[in-house]
């Protein structure tokens, strides 16, 4: 069975900082990218940043400069470094993960709530 645990979520203000986690469990084959989603109340998730096997990155436009992407690769976990958080960046976090083959993983999602 294939988890994937996000934490280190919470409640910031603008400003502040907050450094997501997400581990995955279980067998896991041929993993490629992983990386974060979110989606904030009536709107479509969007994708935040992923990271490959590489450690080539994708970021979106707006959280470059502010949010870093980074992986373990023995661990099968990546975390999200977002600093300078700002209210528009309220929303619940997905971890997820793809493979060279088969299915994408996800996680349960967390919520990031920023303050003005």
């Known amino acids: 069975q294939v988890q994937l645990v996000e934490s280190g979520g919470g409640l910031v203000q603008a400003g502040g900082s907050l450094r997501l986690s997400c581990a995955a469990s279980?067998?896991?084959?041929?993993?490629?990218?992983m990386g974060w989603y979110r989606q904030a109340p009536g709107k479509q998730r969007e994708l935040v940043a992923r990271?490959?096997?590489?450690?080539?990155?994708n970021y979106a436009d707006s959280v470059k400069g502010r949010f870093t992407i980074s992986r373990d690769n023995a661990k099968n976990t990546v975390y999200l470094q977002m600093n300078s958080l700002k209210p528009e960046d309220t929303a619940v976090y997905y971890c997820y993960l793809d493979r060279d083959f088969g299915s994408d993983y996800w996680g349960q999602g967390i919520q990031v709530t920023v303050s003005s």
């Open positions: 279980g067998r896991i084959l041929s993993i490629n990218h």
């Open positions: 990271i490959g096997r590489g450690g080539s990155t």
